[in-house]
């Protein structure tokens, strides 16, 4: 007897209603975060209606359940192909092994027991009775109890697998199915199908803590990898409910594609799979939007998914195609949401912080025409990337490359190459003396590097006053000008002094007021501050005295 996933057949009335009703509503909405879409990349034929597939917690194998025959096919994950089949009692629905990877435990809906098959021998070590109707199984995460949904006794056994003897049996509401448990194994939830609801099972004291209403025809469960949030497969409306496991609320329900009997969660926790049992599509909903992103074409009634743990493969029952789909799920395109800081050197050196998501992994780190960063670390969030030098100043996109792809342009990942310049303040110092009949100023003219870059290069030019004499050690006089230049470099923090005389006659210049002015007159790099570029010193000419201010 074929027993079709369908926890009642008065059902069928309204699963056929949900699914006309859902091929209109259950259109892909528009989301802003973008998950790619799996491609079907084998379909391994298995024995007649699969309906459970497991993998082992090492990833090497999966085990796929026939509901009719009672055989087990065991797949090689790493090959994709049929190494193995062995029999587990007759037809089961439902499989999972135990953390360790040890055991494995499948139920039996006609015959209402659970198998216990060591997974290195392949063998069955205990046959256990449990509900009319065994239906779904899951291990708690110690691996210290199972815990299996009777459909037809509308009740949950609890399993000590230590003993391998049913220690508790919790009254649940009408045809439990799914189960889900929480990573802390404080939690059961059981998908009550006939109650439309999920009954939250305390397993400390193995009783129902909670009910939660939810989508008609509620079937199959999976829990975000954090517990945060549980998704459910609402088969009879064809929806996807959403629930925070926080407050035991439903915050949302999704519509998808025609009798969604079956979700799974990835494992990196991006996204969310319903198997469309009715119209042979797989929805792909963004975990964080809730949002469905794609629907894939798959096998003619997919049901159960199960992930490798890296996410990028899975493997997806068919049930009336006898066969499994091998998906094949692309790593993520890394995204940048920020640069910082925004701006640097035209010289390179500039230790950036680039933020964004998908980042780990990352092979390189470009910045536009510059080219690549020459050292890079990045966690899945954040890279950090030294700029490389840029032939010309100006903005550049940063953009991150992954096995995923590289980061699209955006306003976010903008870096601006800024062209060299060094800041040189000049200051001008006036010391007055006086004789009997002549007297003199010395001028010390200080020039200063104030950064960031060093200044190469640079001249600093003074007019002098008409009819005095003026002298310098370490400056040009010529046609009443001052023409002073660096002869060396000038760092950032240093600096240099050039000096000028000019002799005074008091008697001929009595009463006379006079100004020297230093300017920067040229240099090189560019100097970003133009308000410290001139300094000036005024003196006057007094009865045997010049006085500067």
């Known amino acids: 007897m074929t027993r079709r996933p369908l926890p009642r057949r008065s059902w069928t009335a309204v699963a056929a209603v949900g699914a ?34 497991a993998l082992a917690p090492d990833g090497g194998r999966a085990y796929v359940t026939s509901q009719s025959s009672g055989t087990v096919t065991v797949l090689s994950t790493a090959t994709g192909a049929v190494t193995g089949t062995f029999t587990a009692g007759t037809g089961s629905y439902a499989v999972a092994f135990a953390p360790d990877g040890g055991h494995a435990y499948l139920t039996h809906h006609l015959t209402g027991t659970v198998s216990v098959v060591d997974t290195a021998s392949s063998a069955v070590t205990a046959t256990v009775p449990v509900g009319a109707g065994a239906f ?6 110690d691996g210290a109890r199972a815990y299996v949904s009777n459909a037809d006794a509308d009740t949950v056994s609890v399993l000590d697998t230590a003993s391998g ?24 939830y059981v998908a009550a199908s006939g109650g439309q609801r999920v009954d939250v099972i305390d397993t400390a004291t193995a009783t129902v803590s909670a009910s939660i ?72 909903l963004d975990a964080a939007s809730g949002t469905v992103t794609a629907t894939v074409p798959v096998g003619a009634s997919p049901f159960t998914l199960a992930f490798a743990p890296d996410s990028r493969r899975g493997y997806l029952a068919d049930f009336d195609g006898g066969a499994v789909s091998v ?17 640097g050197p ?18 390189a780190v470009s910045f536009g025409a510059a080219g690549d960063a020459a050292s890079l670390s990045c966690t899945a969030t954040s890279c950090t990337a030294t700029a490389p030098p840029a032939a010309a100043a100006g903005t550049v996109d940063v953009r991150v490359t992954t096995p995923g792809g590289t980061s699209a342009v955006t306003a976010a990942d903008r870096f601006g190459y800024q062209a060299p310049a060094a800041d040189l303040a000049v200051a001008l110092s006036a010391a ?23 200044v190469t290069a640079a001249t600093v030019e003074a007019a002098l006053p008409a009819g005095l004499v003026a002298t310098s050690t370490d ?75």
């Open 432 to 454: 007055p003396g006086s004789g009997l009949l002549a007297g003199r100023v010395d001028y010390t003219l200080t020039l200063t590097g104030r950064g960031p870059g060093e």
């Open 346 to 363: 035209q010289a390179g050196g500039t230790v950036v912080t680039v933020t964004g998501t998908d980042l780990a992994g990352a092979t």
């Open 213 to 284: 209403p939810v989508g008609h025809g509620v079937f199959g469960l999976a829990l975000a990898p954090d517990g945060s949030r549980l998704w459910t497969g609402n088969g009879a409306d064809s929806t996807v409910g959403v629930v925070d496991t926080a407050t035991l609320a439903l915050t949302a329900t999704v519509p998808v594609g025609a009798n969604p009997y079956a979700v799974a969660a990835a494992p990196d926790g991006r996204s969310v799979y319903a198997s469309n049992y009715a119209d042979g599509t797989l929805s792909v």
């Open 136 to 141: 779904g199984v899951v291990v708690a995460p």
């Open 327 to 343: 998906l094949a799920f692309p790593l993520p395109v890394p995204a940048v949401t920020g640069i910082s800081p925004a701006s």
């Open 165 to 188: 003897t049913v220690t508790a049996t919790v009254p649940v509401g009408a045809e439990p199915h799914g189960l889900a448990v929480a990573p802390d194994g404080g939690r059961v």
């Open 20 to 53: 006309a009703t859902a091929a209109l509503l259950a259109q892909p909405a528009a989301a802003a975060a973008v998950t790619v879409p799996p491609t079907v990349t084998a379909t391994v034929a298995v024995a007649p209606y699969p309906a459970g597939v």
């Open 475 to 549: 400056c040009t006089v010529a046609a009443g000008r001052l023409t002073c230049a660096l002869t060396a470099p000038l760092a950032a923090g240093a600096s240099t002094t050039r000096h000028l005389a000019l002799q005074v006659g008091l008697l001929a210049n009595l009463g006379r007021t006079f100004t020297v002015t230093a300017a920067r007159t040229s240099g090189a790099p560019a100097d970003p501050v133009a308000a410290n570029d001139t300094a000036s010193r005024t003196c006057r000419v007094a009865l045997l005295a010049v006085t500067c201010d």
